[in-house]
């Protein structure tokens, strides 16, 4: 499936195979399971992606760079977000603190210091983003798949009991780094929280706006936090990934941080919505040519390539 994908895309762009140098696929992410998640004694962390390196490489025949996430975990780490490296290479700058904020299924974000520091950038999920609203809206309206704009949620009104039900997770306290994903937050986790602020019976222009307001303050919340301390540069936030397309978790964000500049990756030359290929395309280069990318954070591990490399022969 991922090959045919491949091969269709580069038929739409008149982009023959041998121009490729080598693919970068991520894959697909069907289960992720850190230690903080699964709690079992004795256990490393987990993560588990489809999508074989092999398969792609001899139907493209193309090199192909796959499972990335392996390594990090080998190494101590586990396995998420990898966008650090990434955007430490491309989008550091001396005099202003940076915040890589993406908004997918999961809210995540990378740290930039100010004054250049590697050891004091970070990567970390936050919390939930797209993922119970997109859960929300394809169980309960037929032939949508997402919540256009945030219009539903819109037409909604904050609830706060339910809002408070949704934020009281011992996760939300948890340091920084950590990782999180839908094993956790999705439809169960909203039922749960319903039952628990007895508001199942609220209308679903109401629970939108809800679940709007919930990744809204856990992302304010993360990034007040980030940013204590740091005071010595100014602070800007640019996003990327799905919910920036989201016009009321967008309002919500800047209305909160007035202090924050907001901004998107497109001001720094990147699409936002090409944002995550691009940093799997730079992690598949360091394979190959790199020497090793350190985890900053002060973690004592070691300096890693992650992927391995498949060859089409």
Same mark, same amino acid.
């Given at each position: 499936?991922?090959?045919?994908? +491949?091969?269709?895309?580069?038929?739409?762009?008149?982009?023959?195979?041998?121009?490729?140098?080598?693919?970068?696929?991520?894959?697909?992410?069907?289960?992720?399971?850190?230690?903080?998640?699964?709690?079992?004694?004795?256990?490393?962390?987990?993560?588990?992606?489809?999508?074989?390196?092999?398969?792609?490489?001899?139907?493209?025949?193309?090199?192909?760079?796959?499972?990335?996430?392996? *390594?990090?975990?080998?190494?101590?780490?586990?396995?998420?977000?990898? #966008?650090?490296?990434?955007?430490?290479?491309?989008?550091?700058?001396?005099?202003?603190?940076? +915040? !890589?904020?993406?908004?997918?299924?999961?809210?995540?974000?990378?740290?930039?210091?100010?004054?250049?520091?590697?050891?004091? !950038?970070?990567?970390?999920?936050?919390?939930?983003?797209?993922?119970? !609203?997109?859960?929300?809206?394809?169980?309960?309206?037929?032939?949508?798949?997402?919540?256009?704009?945030?219009?539903?949620? %819109?037409?909604?009104?904050?609830?706060?009991?339910?809002?408070?039900?949704?934020?009281?997770?011992?996760?939300?306290?948890?340091?920084?780094?950590?990782?999180?994903?839908?094993?956790?937050?999705?439809?169960?986790?909203?039922?749960?929280?319903?039952? *628990?602020?007895?508001?199942?019976?609220?209308?679903?222009?109401?629970? %939108?706006?809800?679940?709007?307001?919930?990744?809204?303050?856990? +992302?304010?919340?993360?990034?007040?936090?980030?940013?204590?301390?740091?005071?010595?540069?100014?602070?800007?936030?640019?996003?990327?990934?799905?919910?920036?397309?989201?016009?009321?978790?967008?309002?919500?964000?800047?209305?909160?941080?007035?202090?924050?500049?907001?901004?998107?990756?497109?001001?720094?030359?990147?699409?936002?919505?090409?944002?995550? #290929?691009?940093?799997?395309?730079?992690?598949?280069?360091?394979?190959?040519?790199?020497?090793? +990318?350190?985890?900053?954070?002060?973690?004592?591990?070691? #300096?890693?390539? %992650?992927?391995?490399?498949?060859?089409?022969?």
């Amino acid at each position: 499936l991922h090959a045919d994908l +491949i091969l269709k895309a580069l038929d739409k762009w008149k982009i023959k195979p041998e121009e490729i140098d080598v693919i970068a696929s991520h894959g697909q992410t069907i289960y992720h399971a850190p230690k903080s998640l699964h709690r079992l004694a004795g256990y490393p962390n987990g993560t588990l992606q489809i999508g074989d390196g092999d398969h792609i490489a001899v139907k493209t025949g193309i090199i192909t760079i796959c499972d990335f996430r392996q *390594k990090h975990i080998a190494a101590g780490g586990e396995g998420a977000p990898l #966008a650090v490296y990434g955007d430490y290479l491309l989008f550091s700058k001396q005099g202003e603190n940076r +915040i !890589m904020l993406n908004i997918g299924g999961i809210a995540n974000f990378t740290y930039l210091s100010g004054d250049g520091d590697a050891g004091k !950038m970070f990567s970390t999920d936050v919390g939930p983003g797209n993922t119970i !609203m997109d859960q929300f809206i394809q169980k309960n309206y037929s032939g949508l798949y997402f919540d256009e704009g945030g219009r539903l949620a %819109m037409d909604g009104t904050v609830n706060e009991k339910l809002l408070s039900a949704l934020l009281d997770l011992e996760f939300f306290n948890a340091n920084f780094p950590k990782t999180t994903g839908p094993e956790l937050f999705n439809l169960t986790y909203l039922e749960k929280a319903q039952a *628990k602020s007895n508001t199942a019976d609220i209308s679903n222009e109401d629970v %939108m706006a809800t679940l709007n307001r919930f990744t809204g303050q856990v +992302i304010v919340n993360a990034i007040s936090v980030a940013k204590k301390g740091n005071t010595d540069n100014p602070v800007a936030v640019y996003l990327s990934g799905g919910g920036m397309h989201n016009s009321v978790l967008c309002s919500f964000l800047k209305g909160s941080l007035p202090e924050v500049q907001f901004y998107t990756t497109a001001d720094l030359g990147i699409e936002p919505d090409a944002k995550e #290929a691009v940093l799997f395309a730079l992690l598949a280069n360091e394979t190959l040519v790199g020497e090793g +990318i350190g985890f900053g954070n002060g973690e004592d591990v070691p #300096a890693v390539n %992650m992927g391995k490399i498949c060859f089409p022969y």
